[in-house]
C-alpha cells in the first residue's frame, strides 16, 4: 500500500462502490455543513461543532455497516431524509438549524400557512428538486448493489456513538447534577445528523408536555388594553433582555476599565446604578421582567401573557429576536417568545448575527408601531464565547485563572457596548420616535472573594445588582421627554427589574388594569423597591446589598 498509484486505485475502487452512500450523505450533512460556514464570522468554532459533526459521521457510518441491503435501510430512512429537507430550507433561508427552537415554533405558530407558501415557495422548491436528485440518484444507485460487510467495523461505531454522549453527559452531569436536566441538556446538544432531530422533538415534546397546563392558562388569560394616550409617539419600542451582565464590570457604572466607551457618550440614555433582578436565574427572571405580575406572585407571572402580547394587542407589530436557544434551562421563556408575530433564532452566534435582521425590520417601509424584543447572550458562561477575536482588547495580567475569566468577562462587555450601541444608532437613523429598554436577567459571581464562587443562582450582591438602562430618542414628544426627566432621580435609588414593564406602559402611553404607578419609575408614586426575589423554591421579600 505504499505505492501512491495503489493507494488512487484502491479509493477509485472505494468510490466507485460507495458513491450512493456518499450522495446520500452529503445531503443529509448538507445543513450541518452549510450553516457552519454561513455562520463562520458569526461564533468560534468551537469543541460543540466537531462533537456534531463527528457524531454525525459516526451515525452515518453506523447506518452504512447495519446491513448490507442499504437500499432498504435508506427507503425506511425517508422521514429522516424529509425532516434533513426543512432543515436545509432552514438554513438557507433563517440560517438556523433545525433546532428545538423552530420545532416549538411549528407547534406555536398562530399565523396562517397561507402566508407561508407565497412568501417561500422559490427557496421550497429549490430545496425539493435538491432532495429528490440526492435521495433519487442514491436510491437508484443503491439497488441491487452489492456492499462490502463487515460487523466489526458497526459494533467499533456503536462503541464510538456510546462513549461520544457517554462523554457530552459526564461533562453536563459535572457542571449541573445528575438527573433530568443533564438528560435534557444532552438532548438540546445533539444536534447530529439524522438521528439528532429525534433528540430535538423528544425534547421540544417534554418542553411542551411539562407545561401544557400552563400554556394553556397563559392562551386564555386575557390583554385589556383600557386607554390609550395620544401623549405619547412613540413608534418604535425596543426591549433587549441581557444575560449575566453585572454593573460591577461595565465602566458605565463606574468600573475601572473602559467596558462600555460607547454607551458612556450616548446622549438620552437613564442609567440605574442600584437596580436589583427579581432572582438570579435566567427562566425566571425573564418572565418576571416582562410581566406586569409582582415576583411574589410567580403563579400570575407564569400564566398571564406578557408584555410581548401588550403591545400586540395595541397594534403594534411584535417581533422576538434571540440568540438564546431552546432549552430546558428556559423555562417559559419559548412561550413568552410565541407570543410574538414574528420569531427568529440565531442559536450559537455571537449577539451581532442579530443586527442584519434587525436592519431589515427596521426598514420595513409600513407605518405599523412595532415592538422588537431581543433576547442575547451577553456575558453567559463560557465568556470567551462571546465575541469576535476583535473585541479580544483585555488580557489577563497573569495566568491565574480569575485574571483570565476576568479578562473574558469584559470583553464579553464591550461587545454588550458595541451591539447596544449599534442597535441604538439604527434607531436614530430611523428617525422614528423611539425607546429602548435595556436589563440583563441578573448579575453573576466572579470570583469575588475568598469563596472563590463563579456564576449566578446564589442571590448575592453579585448576582442580584444588573445593568440596565433606558435610552430614548430626541423626538418623543413633549411631556414624554419631561416624564423621563425623572429617571435621573432614579438613578441611585433602588430599584427592580419588575418596574420596567410599568414603566414602559406609561412612556407608550398604553395602559391596562394590572399597570400600578408605585411601579412605574416615571410616577411621583413610585415606591423604591426592596429587591423582593425568588431564590431556590423560596420567595426572599428584601435584599441589602451596598451601593455599588
Ligand atoms: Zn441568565
Redesign the pocket.
Known sequence: MKNPARIIDYSLKIFKAEWPNLVLWSFLLSPLIVRTLANYQYSKIDLLVVYTLGMSVLWLLAIRFVSSSQFKVHIILLPFYLVAAIDLFLVLNFNSRLTAAYIYIGLTNYQEASEFLPTYWQPISVVLVVFILCYGAGLIGLHKRELYKNKGIFVLVVSALLVGYGAYFYKTVKLNSFGKSAVMDLLAKDQSTPVGYLSQIALTANLYLGTENLIKRRRESDVKIISMSDQSNIETIVFVIG??SRPQNWSLYGYNKETTPNLGKQAGLFKFNQICTTA????F??PSMLSLEPISDWDAIASTKSLVSIYRAAGYMTYWLSVQEVDSFGGIIPQIAAEAQYRQYFERSYDGALISEYEEILNKSDTQKKAIFIHVK?S?FEYSRRYPENFDKFKPSTDNFKDKITAEYDNSILYTDWLLSTIIDRLKSSKKPSVLFYS???GENMMDDSRGLLG?GIGNKYDLPVSAFIWASGNVSNPQSLKLLKLKARESQKISISSLSHTLLNITGVFTSRYKSSEDLLSDDFVSSKCPHLLGAGYVPSFDFDAL
Open positions: 444575560e449575566s438570579p436565574y435566567t427562566s427572571a425573564v451577553g453567559h440583563s436577567d441578573h449566578h
